[in-house]
């Protein structure tokens, strides 16, 4: 069992940087492939961004690929994501996902272990 807590949300100007870190407690931290998830109000969580659990396989949505990257520290048991050029449609509460499995994946239900989320908030 992994537990989440995500950090380093917070209002920015757009065209900004923000970047979140999720650090997780528990064991096997290298076993967990790990996503970043973002949801707005009434809507369902979308899909941003996803790292293998060696960092070799990574995968971005459309809408943020080339403005966002995401990385991961085993040894330091923390997954960050890193935002730049950030754009008022990227105002959300975001969210950290991982699920023990060498595959990636970008559906929300194939993930097991869930942060609380961090708001994240682009003000024009």
């Known amino acids: 069992q992994v537990r989440l807590v995500e950090s380093g949300g917070g209002l920015v100007q757009a065209g900004g940087s923000l970047r979140l870190s999720c650090a997780a407690s528990?064991?096997?931290?290298?076993?967990?492939?790990l996503a970043w998830f973002r949801q707005t109000p009434g809507a369902g969580r979308e899909f941003v961004a996803v790292?293998?659990?060696?960092?070799?396989?990574?995968a971005y949505a459309d809408s943020v690929k080339g403005r966002f990257t995401v990385s991961r520290d085993n040894a330091k048991n923390t997954v960050l994501l890193q935002m730049y050029s950030l754009k008022p449609e990227d105002t959300a509460i975001y969210y950290c996902?991982?699920?023990?499995?060498?595959?990636?994946?970008?559906?929300?239900?194939?993930?097991?272990?869930w942060g609380q989320g961090t708001q994240v908030t682009v003000s024009t």
């Open positions: 790292i293998s659990r060696g960092g070799g396989n990574i």
């Open positions: 996902a991982a699920r023990n499995s060498p595959l990636i994946t970008r559906r929300e239900t194939d993930y097991n272990y």
């Open positions: 528990g064991r096997s931290f290298s076993s967990y492939g």
